[in-house]
């Protein structure tokens, strides 16, 4: 099975939005950029919009693509889309575990899921 996924890389004063995955989900507690399945007759664009307003109450406006990776897990493949992003708006944690703002000096301080592993080597380089 292969699924489309959107992200949002989101800065703000140096440092970029990560959330922590629910305990009741696949690759619990890992943290990832705020994002998820793009849906029927979506977009990415669209689908990244709808997932942040539905994971962070926030609406973002989706500028370039950062980059895009193929990541195959035991039970699925993941084509994952990172866009820039922005937004005005607080996030809040409306299904994440946990959220925090990180410089790319602290990516190694926590255990992402390994489709984002490539997304932050090319964000330490680019740093």
């Not at 989706?62 to 493949?77: I, L, N, S």
Request: charged letters at 30%; a negative charge.
């Amino acid at each position: 099975m292969k699924l489309e996924v959107v992200a949002a890389l989101i800065r703000r004063q140096g440092k970029f939005l990560i959330c922590q995955r629910p305990a009741n989900k696949k690759r619990a507690l890992l943290w990832e950029f705020v994002g998820g399945k793009v849906e029927q007759g979506e977009t990415l664009p669209q689908a990244l919009k709808r997932e942040c307003r539905e994971e962070l109450n926030i609406d973002v406006r989706v500028g370039g693509v950062f980059c895009e990776v193929t990541h195959v897990y035991p039970d699925v493949t993941v084509h994952l889309t990172l866009f820039n992003a922005d937004t005005a708006d607080e996030p809040q944690m409306l299904e994440h575990n946990d959220m925090r703002w990180i410089t790319p000096a602290e990516i190694d301080s926590y255990e992402f899921c390994p489709a984002d592993e490539d997304i932050l080597r090319r964000i330490k380089e680019a740093s």
